[in-house]
């Protein structure tokens, strides 16, 4: 099932012993397109400092009351390493983080989630690899905040449309299926999806994401209405409108 990223802010994370906050923001791989981590604006016990928890930490999701429920303890994710949420998520705090909750390193497989496209199977396996060398410590993380993307300006080849108002995510991969692009500004109350492997890159610098489309293809691409579910017809349509074929899983319907 797709659900959308903004919606998902607010959700209480629920450790095993008791409440740990709730959710204020998403890291975003924008490589591999998946959500790693959400950040969690923590009660009194943490004196206010944000943490991050992963989805591998997911025990249940408890979508009509609104709450993540974690296979951690409160003391677990009170004493997790410290991270500068404000400040780019370095490849050394990942290992650090991976090794201190005995996750195995995503990053050094070719799937979504290491070796596989969800990130319970992380959690199931033994951590020897968490344990074992050091991850590489080079090289650009990727890890983008939701909120910050959130507004940048959707850049196509020949001319700038819209700016990003949305993800819209895989609940069971967490996979990021598509960005919600608001051409209200050009285009009264519009809003379009596109896919993010379009995406060429993201420049934080100018604020813009680059997609390898033609302004005219996302004006005339099919409206998305969020009170309607997205199901196999309208992915057809819409890959078919640019040109495209559908890739990743068919979207559940919601």
Known sequence: MLRSLKDLEGYTASATDGDVGRAVDFLLDDE???????????????DGIQVLVSPISFREIEWPTHRFHLALTMDKVRNSPSIDVDKPVSRQHEGSF??????????????????????????????????????EESG????????????????????????????????????????????????????????PEWATRISLGEGKVYVDLVREAIRTSPEWDPAVAIDREYEARLHAHYGRSVSGPAARAQ
């Open 98 to 135: 991976s090794r201190y909750y005995g996750f195995p390193y995503y990053w050094r497989s070719s799937g979504l989630w290491g070796v596989s496209s969800y990130p319970s199977a992380l959690a199931e396996n033994e951590s020897k690899e968490a344990s074992a060398a050091p991850p």
């Open 32 to 46: 591999r397109w998946a959500v790693r981590y959400l950040v969690v604006e923590p009660g009194t016990f943490l």
């Open 140 to 195: 650009d993380v990727h890890l983008r905040s939701a909120r910050d993307v959130r507004g940048y300006q959707i850049q196509g080849t020949d001319d700038a449309v819209g700016h990003v108002a949305d993800f819209l995510v895989d609940d069971e991969t967490w996979q990021v299926r598509y960005l919600v692009i608001d051409t209200s500004a050009w285009w009264f109350g519009r809003k379009v999806l596109i896919a």
